[in-house]
C-alpha cells in the first residue's frame, strides 16, 4: 500500500518534473539546431583557401588587342548565350532553364510562391523586385536590413542572421529587431547588368590596381569562398562588402536570404530570429534543385554593361578633373577582363570569349575602402572578416545617371552629396573636391550624370 503511494508519487513528480523541464529541453534542443546551422553557414562561408589562384591564361590569347565590351539597357545578350525564343511568348510552360538568355530571364523575373518554397522569412519574390532599373538585371530603391550587436569588442550577428528578413509567410515566422540588435544598417540593391564581364576580372589584374595605388587609398582584397568550388578562395568582386567572388555563389546567396528559397549550394533555410521556420515549410529541402541558380547566373552573365550617356566637352573635362583629384584611384575607369579560358572561379568556370578580352568602364577597383561610411556589419561574424565591418567596396559608377540614391544605405541623395561623405581613406580627395572651382564642380557633376 505504502508502496504503492510512493510509486504514484514518485511518477507525479517525474511527470510534473518532466512538464517544467520539457520547454528548457525543447528550447534547448532547438536553439542547439540553429547554432549547429550557424555553424554549417560559418564553415560554408569560410573560404577553405587563403592563397588565391592568380588566374592566368597559358593560352596566347591574352596577345590580342582588347576589345569594348557591348553596352545596353536592351535584354539583348552579350553573346555568353544564345537570344533564345521571343520572350513575351514565354511561360512557366515553355521556359526551358539554361536554354537561352531569354529563359533565363525568364527564371530571374519569375514570382515565386509558397508551392516553390518562398520563405517562410524572405524580402521579395522575384530577383527582378530588386533588379530592375532600366531593364531586368539594374539597380532599384529597395533596401534590406541588416543588424548585430557588439560583445565584448566582438560583432554578433542577429540571431537568424545579420539579414533581417522583412516578410514571412507566417506571422510567427516574422523576424523582428531586438534592443540589443544596435548595429543596424539598410543596404540599396545594386545593379547587375555587365556582372559577368566582372567575375570575368582575373585575381591578378584585382591585386595590380591595388599594388598601383598609394598606400593611404588602398584597398583591401577580400579572400571570400566559391560556393560551387567547394569553398576555394577567390577575391570577392559583388555585393556592398564584396563578399562574394562568383555569380553562382551570390545567386545562391540571394536564393535562399532575399527569397527564402534552398539550393544544394545552400541547403539550411534562414530561421525566424533563431527559431526553427520548419512548422511553416512545407517544401523539401534544396527547393531549387540548382536550375534556378544557373539560371541566374547565366541571365547576368549574359547582360550587357550599363551604356554611357551623351559624352559632350564638359562631361570629358569632367573626366578629367575626376581622374586628377584622385576620385579614379579608386573608381577605376578602365579593367581588362581575362583571355579566354582563363580559368576562374576556383576551376570551375572558364571565360567564354564573349566576356574574355574586353575592356569594360565600371569606374570601381573591386576593392574594399574605409571611407568613413562603414556599417559596422562584417562579411562573417568571425576573426578573418572583422576587417571588413567599416570598409565598403568602392561602388562602381556605370549606371550612376539611373539611380538618384547613392551610397550603400541610399541616403545620398545627389553625387554632390555623395562626394562630401566620403572621408576616412577619401579625405584628400574630398579636400581637393572642395577646393575646386564651381566651374571644376559642375564639371564633375556632368561626368557623373554620364555614367
Ligand atoms: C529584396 C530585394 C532583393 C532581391 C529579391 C534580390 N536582391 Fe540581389 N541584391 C539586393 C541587395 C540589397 C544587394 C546588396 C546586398 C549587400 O551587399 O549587402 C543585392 C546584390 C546583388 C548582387 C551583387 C551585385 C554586384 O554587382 O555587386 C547580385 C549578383 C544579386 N544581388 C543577384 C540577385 C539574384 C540572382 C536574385 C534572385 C535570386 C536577387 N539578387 C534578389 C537586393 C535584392
Ligand atoms: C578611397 C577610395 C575612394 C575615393 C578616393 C573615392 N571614392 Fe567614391 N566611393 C568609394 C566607396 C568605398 C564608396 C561606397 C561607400 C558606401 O556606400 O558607403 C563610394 C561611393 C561613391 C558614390 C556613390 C555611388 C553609388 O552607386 O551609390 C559616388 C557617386 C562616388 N563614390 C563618387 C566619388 C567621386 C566623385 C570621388 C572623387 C571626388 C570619389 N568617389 C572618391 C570609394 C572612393
Redesign the pocket.
Known amino acids: 500500500m505504502t508502496g504503492a503511494i510512493t510509486s504514484r508519487r514518485v511518477t507525479w513528480l517525474t511527470v510534473a518534473l518532466i512538464a517544467c523541464l520539457l520547454p528548457l529541453l525543447v528550447s534547448d534542443l532547438v536553439s542547439g539546431q540553429a547554432s549547429s546551422r550557424d555553424q554549417r553557414r560559418r564553415t560554408r562561408f569560410t573560404p577553405t583557401t587563403t592563397q588565391v589562384d592568380p588566374e592566368v591564361s597559358s593560352s596566347l590569347a591574352a596577345a590580342a588587342a582588347p576589345a569594348q565590351a557591348p553596352a545596353g539597357f536592351s535584354n539583348v545578350t552579350n553573346g555568353f548565350d544564345p537570344q533564345g525564343p521571343d520572350f513575351n511568348t514565354l511561360n512557366e510552360d515553355t521556359a526551358v532553364a539554361l536554354r537561352s538568355f531569354n529563359d533565363n530571364r525568364f527564371t ?1 523575373e519569375e514570382t515565386e510562391t509558397v508551392a516553390d518554397g518562398l520563405g517562410p522569412t524572405y ?5 527582378r ?3 530592375q532599373n532600366i531593364v531586368t538585371g539594374g539597380a ?1 530603391q ?3 536590413l ?1 543588424a548585430g550587436h557588439l560583445t565584448g569588442g566582438q560583432f554578433f550577428e542577429s540571431q537568424g542572421g545579420s ?1 533581417i528578413q522583412s516578410r514571412a509567410t507566417h506571422p510567427d515566422a516574422s523576424e523582428n529587431l531586438t534592443a540589443a540588435d544596435n548595429i543596424r544598417a539598410f ?6 547588368l555587365g ?1 559577368g564581364f ?1 567575375e570575368a576580372i582575373s585575381n591578378t589584374t584585382l591585386l595590380n590596381i591595388r599594388s598601383a595605388q598609394p598606400s593611404t587609398m588602398r584597398g583591401v582584397a577580400v579572400v571570400v569562398p566559391v560556393l560551387e568550388a567547394n569553398g576555394v578562395g577567390r577575391i570577392g ?5 564584396g ?2 567572388a562568383s ?1 553562382e555563389s ?2 545562391a546567396d ?2 535562399l536570404n ?2 527564402g ?1 534552398t539550393s544544394p549550394l545552400l541547403p539550411d533555410e534562414n530561421t525566424a530570429n533563431g527559431r526553427d521556420v520548419a512548422p511553416y515549410d512545407t517544401t523539401s529541402d534544396p527547393e531549387d534543385d540548382g536550375d ?2 544557373k539560371a ?2 547565366n ?2 552573365r549574359a547582360t550587357m554593361v550599363p551604356p554611357r550617356g551623351a559624352i559632350t566637352a564638359t562631361v570629358t573635362s569632367g573626366e578629367q578633373v575626376f581622374a586628377r583629384i584622385g576620385c579614379a584611384t579608386c573608381h577605376v575607369g578602365s579593367i581588362t577582363t581575362a583571355p579566354a579560358n582563363t580559368s576562374i572561379n576556383g576551376g570551375t568556370m572558364v571565360v567564354p570569349a564573349a566576356l574574355a578580352n574586353k575592356v569594360i568602364h565600371p569606374y570601381s577597383d573591386f576593392l574594399l575602402h574605409d571611407v568613413g561610411t562603414g556599417d559596422g556589419i562584417p562579411i562573417q561574424p568571425t576573426a578573418e572578416f572583422a576587417n571588413t565591418a567599416n570598409r565598403m ?1 568602392t561602388a ?1 559608377l556605370w549606371g550612376l545617371r539611373t539611380r538618384n540614391r547613392m551610397m ?1 544605405d541610399g541616403t545620398a541623395l545627389t553625387p554632390e552629396d555623395a562626394i562630401l561623405r566620403h572621408g576616412g581613406q577619401a579625405s584628400g580627395v574630398t579636400t581637393r573636391y572642395r577646393a575646386l572651382s564651381a566651374t571644376e564642380k559642375s564639371q564633375l557633376v556632368a561626368f557623373l550624370n554620364s555614367l
Open positions: 530571374f524580402n521579395a519574390q522575384s530577383c523586385e530588386c533588379h532599384s529597395v533596401t534590406v541588416r539579414l543596404r540599396i540593391s545594386p545593379n547587375t556582372d566582372i568582386r559583388f555585393g556592398w562588402k563578399q562574394h555569380l551570390f545567386a540571394a536564393y532575399e527569397m528559397i534556378d541558380i541566374f547566373a541571365f547576368m567596396r562602381p550603400h
